[in-house]
């Protein structure tokens, strides 16, 4: 079995955190660290970063963390930590980007 490395073990840690607070302070996450579109009110310059972090249900924190750890620590050891962090956080900023439909 292939060990976790570091990136991985951080972006698992970084999200359960985010997720505990989630259900902890459930309206202040939303408000602050979620999704939204640049033209509403609710929109904060951090929010393309930050809404990488954030989970609907455990179920979609569990498959999304899954595939991280199942793919992420390969991806790392094959790629090297800055390029991996590189595609993961490109990804998230497609994904933002895909669904303000700035991308097809």
């Not at 698992?12 to 660290?33: A, D, G, R, S």
Request: hydrophobic letters at 55%; aromatic letters at 22%; proline letters at 3%.
């Amino acid at each position: 079995m292939m060990r976790m490395t570091d990136a991985v073990k951080h972006l698992l840690i970084i999200n359960i955190i985010v997720y505990v607070l989630q259900n902890m302070y459930p309206e202040f996450m939303t408000v602050n660290f979620a999704e939204w579109f640049i033209e509403h009110p609710n929109f904060k310059y951090w929010q393309p970063l930050t809404h990488m972090f954030m989970h609907v249900a455990t179920w979609h924190i569990f498959f999304n963390m899954f595939a991280l750890v199942s793919f992420g620590s390969v991806l790392e050891q094959q790629w090297g930590t800055k390029k991996f962090l590189f595609f993961y956080f490109s990804a998230g900023l497609v994904l933002l980007l895909y669904q303000w439909q700035l991308v097809i």
